[in-house]
């Protein structure tokens, strides 16, 4: 079954540092998001992108977050300077082409990020 | 604004019995609705959804979940729990209007635990 695959798994990062995680959606889909869940809270929408844009984005995608698809295949999240609060597990998803938000959003495992 | 309640932060029920995991919504209009689950360390993985029709929909897993629109429900249910069911369940929903690139607003989920 085709699936959302993210890597690193897990990086430590030293606070000011910029961290790159990167996604590789599931191949016939043409939406991309990332999400993230802080410990032990609620999993939070961070920015959905479509047509090499960005279309939606939350309070929490301020200008450190940025968001590319270098090539045919990955999908990245930038954060350009960590704070000690990004650590979190960062989720891509990606969803079908169709016209409808009722179409399902399929998850990666995610990417575990602890800043210190 | 979009929220998804789960009442419950942990459900514990034995082995064999029926298990109930509550969500219940407040959107405008009719939303999309969907269960997610999480084991330890992993992913998001869908289990079902609710689009239109019959307001009982069957997932994955055996799960089921009852769409009650005047009561702004959304329960999880299974016949028969197991062990392995034992994970992080979370509900979610999603606006109904055109496009796809719609974000998820997610409950905080409830950790359900079967007992053997």
């Known amino acids: 079954e085709p699936e959302v695959t993210q890597t690193p798994s897990h990086q430590v990062t030293q606070m000011g540092q910029e961290v790159i995680l990167r996604c590789v959606p599931i191949?016939?889909?043409?939406?991309f998001y990332w999400y993230r869940q802080i410990l032990g809270q609620k999993v939070e929408f961070l920015v959905s992108?479509?047509?090499?844009?960005?279309?939606?984005k939350s309070e929490i995608f301020d200008d450190q977050f940025s968001v590319e698809r270098p090539d045919g295949s990955n999908f990245t999240l930038k954060i350009r300077s960590t704070k000690l609060e990004d650590s979190a597990m960062y989720f891509c998803?990606?969803?079908?082409?169709?016209?409808?938000?009722?179409?399902?959003?399929?998850f990666g495992e995610g990417s575990w990020l602890t800043v210190v | 604004a979009q929220s998804v309640a789960q009442p419950e932060d942990q459900v514990n029920v034995a082995e064999g019995n029926p298990l109930t995991v509550k969500c219940t919504y407040s959107?405008?209009?009719?939303?999309?609705l969907f269960w997610y689950v999480q084991y330890p360390n992993r992913g998001l993985q869908f289990l079902l959804k609710?689009?239109?029709?019959?307001?009982l929909v069957k997932g994955s897993y055996g799960f089921e979940a009852e769409f009650n629109k005047s009561q702004t429900s959304f329960h999880l249910k299974k016949p028969s729990a197991l062990v392995s069911d034992s994970a992080l369940y979370f509900c979610?929903?999603?606006?109904?209007?055109?496009?796809?690139?719609?974000?998820?607003?997610f409950g905080s989920g409830t950790q359900l635990t079967v007992l053997p």
């Open positions: 998803a990606s969803s079908e082409p169709t016209g409808s938000s009722g179409n399902t959003i399929y």
């Open positions: 191949s016939n889909h043409l939406y």
């Open positions: 992108f479509y047509n090499n844009e960005i279309s939606e």
């Open positions: 959107v405008s209009g009719n939303p999309y």
């Open positions: 609710y689009i239109t029709g019959d307001n």
């Open positions: 979610a929903v999603r606006p109904r209007r055109s496009g796809s690139a719609r974000q998820l607003t």
